[in-house]
């Protein structure tokens, strides 16, 4: 959607949109086609797989080659969608490749005066895009709301798959490697008893909390389900003079003897005056199923699997367990409409700060580093914080907000929600009080 608005508005004002097919790959052999309103009109309903993606970066063995297409393509600015890997290219390329004296080349730049003076000029700006939801500066990127669909409409089935095999538990494992994001919001969303995230880790002793709480929580139940039942589990029983059932007894008739042994009537049977008063009716036994997130780099030790048999054995009968893996079917099917309408913005911000970018590079005369480098255009990416939309200066993102080593942002701003799931799951108190 957010290549579908950028190359009609581009196409708008004027400019030529190309599309670069599978990344940093694609553009090193030239897989670079122009766009026509005709190639994007009916992208509407495609989640940006039409261009291709790859995991490559930019790297000093591969940047020469790329300035090269770049500057044969006679590019003036380029938008980059992607996740973290689009966002560290960004940075690598505006500020450190772009430097002939960076400690990436080793003293050995390939790259001439000139491309690195062209690169210099040349505006970048990122969308980010990516279910994980894991690019630092941003608290939204496109595809993690259609992603988080996904996951809740899953739950919501899988529940009730649970619920009709009595009392199951559902071990689920959601994509978002090192970054927490889908497991978080969608068990807050579907009600899970518990969420397993890379940012905690998965540890003996919670796995231990979590058997006691479904114990108890089961037990419990089963509990209060018997002191409100009248009938025996054993069914009804033949006796002598009639049949039996927990407090159910026979009842005569008014002209003759008790109902005979094997002929039951529904109007057969009378309740014993000392049950409580609205207990007259059968309350069938509610089973109840239960659902658990874990972010697939979780752990390497306690697996989806593993956690699910362990729950199995320690449930004791009171519960079963069972593991579910969604995999890919959370990178698949049409974008939801808020992506829709996040990629829309995205797109006419990015649009709208290379043009300027460009045009305040071509007017300008001064130099390209020192205290006022008028001649250098930053690498961005359009960012939403709250509800306010801009465009930030990455440089300032890479080296305050993020553990590059992880791919995430230090201090995730939905980290906070994570402390409600156990609250939600009656973690702190039992009881309808």
């Not at 940047?63 to 690598?92: P, T």
């Not at 109902?259 to 014993?272: E, N, Q, V, Y």
């Not at 829309?344 to 020192?370: I, L, Y």
């Amino acid at each position: 959607m957010a290549t579908r608005v950028a190359a009609l508005l581009i196409m708008n004002r004027g400019h030529e949109p190309y599309a670069i097919h599978n990344g940093w790959d694609g553009l090193e052999q030239l897989e670079v086609r122009r766009l026509w309103r005709s190639d994007v009109w009916n992208w509407t309903a495609l989640g940006g797989s039409e261009l291709g993606l790859n995991r490559t970066k930019v790297t000093p063995k591969n940047v020469q080659d790329i300035i090269r297409a770049l500057r044969h393509l006679q590019l003036d600015s380029m938008i980059i969608i992607g996740g973290f890997e689009a966002f560290l290219s960004a940075y690598q390329l505006k500020y450190q490749l772009s430097d002939k004296a960076s400690k990436l080349y080793g003293g050995n730049c390939p790259c001439s005066d000139a491309d690195l003076e062209y690169l210099r000029r040349m505006p970048v700006v990122v969308i980010p895009a990516t279910i994980s939801n894991n690019v630092p500066g941003t608290e939204n990127s496109l595809g993690s709301d259609t992603a988080l669909n996904v996951i809740v409409d899953a739950c919501d089935k899988i529940k009730q798959s649970a619920r009709a095999s009595r009392d199951r538990v559902f071990v689920m494992e959601t994509q978002g490697a090192k970054c927490g994001y889908l497991a978080t919001l969608a068990g807050l969303a579907a009600g899970a008893t518990n969420v397993y995230i890379p940012e905690e880790g998965i540890t003996l002793k919670g796995l231990q909390n979590d058997v006691k709480h479904l114990r108890r929580v089961y037990h419990q139940k089963y509990s209060k389900q018997r002191k409100q039942s009248f009938l025996a589990t054993g069914g009804l029983q033949q006796t002598g003079g009639g049949a039996t059932a927990g407090n159910i007894m026979p009842r005569r008739s008014e002209s003759g003897p008790p109902t005979s042994p094997g002929k039951l009537r529904a109007d057969s049977f009378h309740l014993h005056d000392d049950l409580p008063s609205g207990t007259n009716h059968f309350k069938p036994r509610i089973s109840e199923g239960r659902v658990i997130l874990r972010t697939d780099r979780a752990s390497e030790l306690y697996t989806t699997e593993m956690i699910a048999n362990m729950l199995k054995e320690e449930g004791q009968g009171l519960f079963d367990s069972r593991s579910l893996v969604l995999g890919h079917l959370q990178q698949g099917g049409s974008p939801s409409p808020l992506d829709r309408i996040t990629a829309t913005k995205f797109a006419v911000a990015a649009v709208d700060h290379v043009e300027f970018e460009q045009q305040r590079v071509f007017n300008s005369h001064g130099p390209m580093d020192g205290p006022d480098p008028s001649g250098f255009s930053k690498a961005c990416m359009v960012a939403v914080q709250g509800s306010s939309m801009s465009v930030r200066d990455i440089q300032p993102i890479m080296e305050h907000e993020t553990d590059v080593p992880n791919r995430v942002a230090k201090k995730p701003w939905w980290i906070g929600f994570r402390e409600l799931i156990p609250l939600m799951a009656r973690y702190t108190y039992f009881g309808d009080n």
